[in-house]
């Protein structure tokens, strides 16, 4: 089971120690370092920073939503930040959910999820091919577009850059049943949002095992700590604004997710406080339990014992959420 670090996006301003930390993490032989996107910064342009002052670790998105570039322009990212590099990068991928990509993108969230993003991949894919240009009779992402309100002038092309690798890793971040399956067919890997190696029967892993060189990487928090309830308390803040304040409550991935895993009723109870602006209520209506089995906190002792359930599962990169060096080491002491 390799190692990743997951930085995340940036809150009111930039990170400052996210540099030290990528630097930190290389230096501690960990396999890969993760950025991601919301409604502020994106995931692109730190992780480009990262690899200027980097060699060896790998580059991720987890995850480059969807929404925010058409697939052509993702795969331009991609492709870029991959030559400078020397072949690092890794495409992570989301589709997020109705309330970013219509309350932020200002576009419709698409009436068939699934097959947005398998036209999605598809045209990634092509244009890291290069193979010819790129084309599709899609329902969602045309190319060339010929909608009625088009001019009818656009013609196939073939990106100008010749792409480093066709074979640059594309990964999704999906949730639901079907959308896993068919991550399962499409990608080169998955990124689970919440992990239990308690309760892996919550996602539809085939049984006669995952296809030759799939990645599982779930994100979890980690941190070495005596005091195990304040450990958790990042954990319950971010699964309280997870659950509570990223959809409605008819339609919320999220907490669709936690109810899969047990924790239905507490899901339920969490959305309704966020939405009633009880936030604080919200974080502590989180069960320990959930946060916990979803984390790695504690002394290291602890810790040792609760990783050997991750290393028992499917799961090929766990990518920590860890924001101090001590954590860091140590996981790399008892997982390397």
């Not at 599982?216 to 980690?222: G, I, S, T, W």
């Not at 309704?272 to 916990?292: I, K, N």
Request: charged share 20%; proline share 8%.
């Amino acid at each position: 089971m390799r190692l990743g670090l997951a930085l995340g996006y940036w809150g009111r301003g930039p990170s400052p120690g996210h540099l030290g930390l990528a630097q930190e993490a290389e230096r501690l032989g960990y396999h890969s370092v993760w950025t991601a996107e919301a409604w502020g910064s994106d995931a692109f342009t730190p992780l480009t920073w990262i690899a200027a002052h980097t060699s060896r670790i790998r580059l991720g998105t987890a995850v480059a939503q969807m929404a925010a570039r058409s697939p052509t322009a993702t795969a331009m990212h991609a492709l870029t930040l991959d030559h400078l590099s020397g072949g690092r990068m890794m495409l992570g991928l989301g589709l997020s959910g109705p309330q970013v990509v219509e309350g932020w993108y200002g576009q419709p969230f698409p009436s068939s999820p699934l097959t947005a993003t398998r036209e999605y991949v598809d045209v990634v894919r092509q244009v890291l091919r290069r193979a010819a240009p790129v084309e599709l009779d899609g329902r969602f992402h045309p190319h060339p577009y010929r909608g009625a309100d088009g001019t009818g002038l656009g013609r196939p092309l073939k990106p100008i850059t010749h792409p480093l690798r066709a074979s640059l890793p594309v990964l999704l971040g999906a949730q639901g049943p079907r959308n896993v399956a068919q991550t399962l067919r499409i990608a080169d890997g998955w990124l689970p949002l919440y992990w239990s190696p308690l309760r892996t029967d919550a996602y539809p892993l085939p049984r006669d095992g995952l296809p030759e060189g799939f990645v599982v990487a779930p994100l979890a928090h980690a941190r070495v700590c005596d005091d195990i309830a304040e450990g958790l308390l990042p954990v319950k803040a971010s699964l309280g604004f997870y659950i509570g304040g990223m959809g409605h409550a008819s339609r919320n991935f999220h907490a669709g997710l936690m109810a899969r895993m047990g924790y239905e009723e507490a899901a339920v109870r969490i959305h309704r406080l966020f939405t009633e602006g009880r936030r604080e209520e919200a974080v502590r209506a989180v069960p320990d339990s959930f946060a916990d089995e979803i984390s790695l906190v504690g002394p290291r002792e602890r810790i040792a014992e609760r990783l050997a359930a991750w290393r028992a599962g499917p799961v090929t990169d766990l990518l920590l959420t860890a924001r101090d060096p001590e954590t860091l080491r140590t996981l790399a002491e008892l997982a390397l």
